[in-house]
């Protein structure tokens, strides 16, 4: 379903350009400030400045990525060709690449986090600073997961036992709880576990933000894939 959507609007928008970027610019905007609103309505009125704050980062760096992409698509225009349409499609580009993989407020982010609850840092074990988002079935049958809450601070390594330490939350995962592990993306690490009860996390995503470029975090995500493994054979997850 998800690739015939995708075939359909790329068709779309080599045939209708303009009706078809504005319709999917404006589902893919209701879609995500229905997220947003659903994660703030769900997250305990302690994380409620976290969540307000991801949301504003969010929005900067979004602002960044617009005016990069607009820089280098004119650039292009000025100086090697003169075309409306060529300008739309650098600009869409350039600011999609600047989305996914630069992270200009990564810095701003932990030092607020930061300052929020000072985390002590154990140089004798290895420490990640992280955002966890935790995630459970929606009622009803819904479609996707609901958020639970997010959450941002440190993940430590120890022999035994991963432990997320955040800012309102804490949360250690050892052999005993972890159902399966598997990588999401360069940053990105998707960690489904038991339920203590119906209102607790099934899933948790747990993000790397110690990187202006997310695709570098690859090696500390494999070190962590490694580490939630906990001795097991499970080769796919730790490659690539």
């Known amino acids: 379903m998800i690739e015939l959507t995708s075939v359909l609007i ?6 209708f350009p303009l009706p078809t970027l504005v319709i999917s610019l404006g589902l893919l905007t209701t879609w995500s400030l229905y997220k947003k609103y659903e994660a703030f309505h769900n997250q305990p009125p302690k ?7 991801s949301a504003t980062l969010f929005l900067v760096n979004t602002i960044c990525s617009i005016f990069l992409g607009i820089a280098l698509a004119f ?3 000025y100086f090697i060709y003169e075309s409306f ?13 600047s989305l996914r993989w630069f992270d200009f407020t990564y810095k701003l982010y932990r030092l607020y986090i930061f300052k929020l609850k000072p985390f ?4 004798l074990t290895q420490s990640y600073f992280v955002v ?3 995630f459970k079935e929606r009622e009803r049958g819904g479609f996707g997961m609901a958020p639970v809450y997010a959450d941002a601070g440190m993940l430590e390594l120890g022999k035994n036992e991963v432990v997320f330490k955040g800012v309102f939350s804490e949360k250690t995962f050892s052999p005993s709880n972890i159902i399966d ?4 993306s360069s940053e990105k690490i998707k960690i489904h576990v038991k339920q203590n009860n119906l209102k607790s996390p099934e ?8 990187q202006f470029y997310p695709f570098k975090s690859r090696p500390d995500r494999d070190e962590i894939l490694l580490h939630l493994s906990f001795g097991r054979n499970n080769p796919k997850n730790v490659s690539g």
């Not at 994380?47 to 704050?53: D, H, P, Q, R, T």
């Not at 592990?181 to 999401?184: A, S, T």
């Open 47 to 53: 994380g409620k400045k976290n969540l307000v704050l």
């Open 203 to 210: 899933m948790l995503l747990i993000t790397l933000k110690d």
């Open 132 to 134: 966890c988002q935790a």
């Open 181 to 184: 592990v598997e990588k999401k």
């Open 120 to 123: 002590k840092i154990n140089a």
């Open 75 to 77: 650039g292009i225009f």
């Open 10 to 15: 790329i068709i779309f928008l080599f045939v």
């Open 85 to 97: 349409y060529l300008f739309i499609f650098n600009f869409i580009f350039c600011t999609s690449v």
